[in-house]
Each structure stands twice: as structure tokens, then as C-alpha cells.
């Protein structure tokens, strides 16, 4: 038994349908490669121990707009040293300029990248990391540096400093003998006085006594 097609193909929609199906066809293998099946990988060197690599599409070197899914290996040329696997990451502001987060130690290195998607993609090189010299620190003032030097004396005086008790002129011992005389006299003198109130107080106590007999 046979079947007639829904649209046949001598009708107008059914020429419509058939053409657009074959362009559909060919325009998406067309499309998917349009930039190629491969990714070209430039491994152009080293910034402060990131290794940096330039990635495009082989065919036409165009950017490659998407997520770029790759490992980055590295091994010291005795093969005794080995870092990664990395991942590479955009540089910012950049359209082909990928280079990995983490640092490679000073040295030389065999690197090698593989990129695994929107297609496949392979570099290798050979870069070295110099060793970076630290800031040097601010130098010390020298210990023996003349430090800025006091006035000098004028000439004839005293090199040691004037101590109060030297300035200070000497007490006369004339006067301070006077002082000690002066203080004697004034206690004979009160003793005397003491003995003659006694004395007359005597007197009187007699006089007093014999009146009253």
C-alpha cells in the first residue's frame, strides 16, 4: 500500500520545505567550523612567575568568545620539579590573553598547555623565572657619623658644668663665731636674772616673816 505525502513535493510548499531543510543541513556543520576544529596556543612567556599564553581559534585567529576549558603542566629540565595541573584564566581587558592564577618558583621550566574545550589545542615552551631581588630597606644612619656638635665654650671658661654650691660665695667664718659669742651672752645673761629674781624674792619672804612676828 502506499502512502501520499503530507506535502508533495511537485507542490510549492513541498519545493519551500525541501530547499529549507537542505540549507538547514548545510549551514550548521558550515557554522561549527566556521573557525576551525583546532585552537592555536601561543605560550608567550612569564609576568612575575604567571605563565601567559595567547589563545585563538587556528583557522582565522580569531578570539575565542567563550569559556576556554585548559590545564597548564610545568617541569624543571631534569625532570626533578613538577607544577600543576593548572587552569588558565582571561586576562582582564584582554580578548586572546589567558594566564594562570598561581606563580611558578624561580627557575627554568618545560611548560606545556592543553586546551580541551570549545576544541582541542596544544603549546609548549621553554620559559625562566628570574629570581626577584628584594626591596632593600631604608640604610641606618651610621653609628659612626659625627653627631651635630654642641657650642663650644668660650675660651678661659671652666670645662665642667658650675654646681650651685661653688657659686655660691663662702660664709665668713668671722661672722659665724660673732653669731656663737652672741648666743652664750644671752644665756648667762638670763641666768643671772634668774638667780637675782631668787635672791630678792628671798628678801622679801624674810621681811614678810618677820614683820609678823
Do not use: C, Y
Not at 624561580?106 to 596544544?122: A, E, I, M, Q, R
Amino acid at each position: 500500500m502506499r502512502t501520499r505525502p503530507a506535502f508533495p513535493v511537485r507542490s510549492g510548499l513541498g519545493f519551500l520545505i525541501l530547499f529549507l531543510a537542505q540549507a538547514l543541513a548545510v549551514a550548521l556543520p558550515v557554522e561549527a567550523h566556521a573557525h576551525g576544529d583546532t585552537v592555536k596556543v601561543v605560550i608567550s612567556g612569564q609576568r612575575e612567575g604567571h605563565v601567559t599564553t595567547e589563545i585563538t581559534w587556528e583557522n582565522d585567529g580569531d578570539a575565542i568568545d567563550e569559556a576556554v576549558a585548559a590545564t597548564v603542566n610545568s617541569v624543571s629540565p631534569d625532570g626533578s620539579r613538577t607544577m600543576g595541573p593548572w587552569r588558565l584564566v582571561r586576562d582582564a581587558g584582554s580578548r586572546t590573553g589567558w594566564s594562570t592564577a598561581e606563580v611558578l618558583p624561580p627557575g627554568t621550566w618545560k611548560v606545556s598547555v592543553d586546551v580541551g574545550f570549545p576544541s582541542l589545542g596544544h603549546g609548549e615552551k621553554e620559559i625562566a623565572v628570574p629570581v626577584v631581588d628584594p626591596v632593600p630597606s631604608a640604610a641606618a644612619p651610621s653609628a659612626a657619623a659625627p653627631s651635630a656638635s654642641a657650642p663650644s665654650a668660650p675660651a678661659g671658661a671652666s670645662a665642667g658644668p658650675v654646681s650651685p654650691a661653688s657659686a655660691t660665695p663662702a660664709a665668713d667664718p668671722a661672722g659665724e663665731g660673732e653669731g656663737s659669742d652672741r648666743t652664750v651672752w644671752w644665756t648667762t645673761a638670763g641666768v643671772v636674772v634668774i638667780a637675782l629674781a631668787g635672791a630678792a624674792a628671798g628678801v622679801l619672804l624674810r621681811r614678810s616673816r618677820a614683820r609678823r612676828r
